[in-house]
């Protein structure tokens, strides 16, 4: 296996665990609104699309 699709393969095994991330930060500002659980929200969807442009630029 070559460098490269060990370095996909890990940074889709990361995509997964943020966007598994973001859904939990997600459910908890909607079950409990607040500017912390907004400012969660926020840095979780920022990591996913991080990730996705690294993905991108992998590919």
Do not use: F, H, K, W
Not at 3 to 18: G, K, N, P
């Amino acid at each position: 296996m070559t460098r490269t699709v060990t370095r996909i393969e890990t940074l889709d095994l990361e995509i997964a665990v943020a966007y598994i991330a973001l859904g939990v930060a997600r459910s908890a500002e909607t079950r409990c609104p607040s500017a912390e659980n907004t400012r969660r929200v926020a840095e979780a969807e920022a990591d996913v699309d991080a990730l996705l442009d690294q993905r991108l630029d992998a590919a």
